[in-house]
């Protein structure tokens, strides 16, 4: 099944806020915790993770803004995906690779 991209919007994403709270990441981490017995049992690759990812600007965050990422630091991309693997390890090794 085909889908579209889902990019975020650079304006939702200031410089000034790249680094996500601790709350933000705790409610990452609690909606991918949701998905994990699903994808568990049915081996699906977790699409919809990823779209939330993307909508949160998560899957570029290591991507230079001019290149429509968030350009975040290594120590940043570390946190989200600390947060992401509580909730959902699947999830976070393939965010992992995204990030180089």
Same mark, same amino acid.
């Not at 699409?47 to 001019?66: Q, Y």
């Not at 990422?69 to 947060?83: M, Q, Y």
């Given at each position: 099944?085909?889908?579209?991209?889902?990019?975020?919007?650079? +304006?939702? =994403?200031?410089?000034?806020?790249?680094?996500?709270?601790?709350?933000?990441?705790?409610?990452?981490?609690?909606?991918?915790?949701?998905?994990?017995?699903? =994808?568990?049992?049915?081996?699906?690759?977790?699409?919809?993770?990823?779209?939330?990812?993307?909508?949160?600007?998560?899957?570029?965050?290591?991507?230079?803004?001019?290149?429509?990422?968030?350009?975040?630091s290594l120590? +940043?991309?570390?946190?989200?995906?600390?947060?992401?693997?509580?909730? +959902?390890?699947?999830?976070?090794?393939?965010?992992f690779m995204? =990030?180089?």
């Amino acid at each position: 099944m085909a889908s579209q991209a889902i990019v975020p919007d650079q +304006e939702t =994403y200031p410089a000034s806020a790249l680094a996500l709270s601790a709350e933000q990441l705790d409610r990452l981490t609690r909606q991918l915790a949701g998905t994990v017995e699903q =994808y568990d049992r049915s081996a699906e690759f977790p699409r919809a993770n990823f779209d939330m990812l993307a909508k949160e600007g998560l899957i570029g965050l290591t991507v230079s803004r001019e290149l429509g990422g968030r350009a975040a630091s290594l120590s +940043e991309a570390i946190r989200v995906l600390g947060a992401v693997a509580k909730g +959902e390890p699947s999830t976070a090794l393939i965010l992992f690779m995204t =990030y180089h």
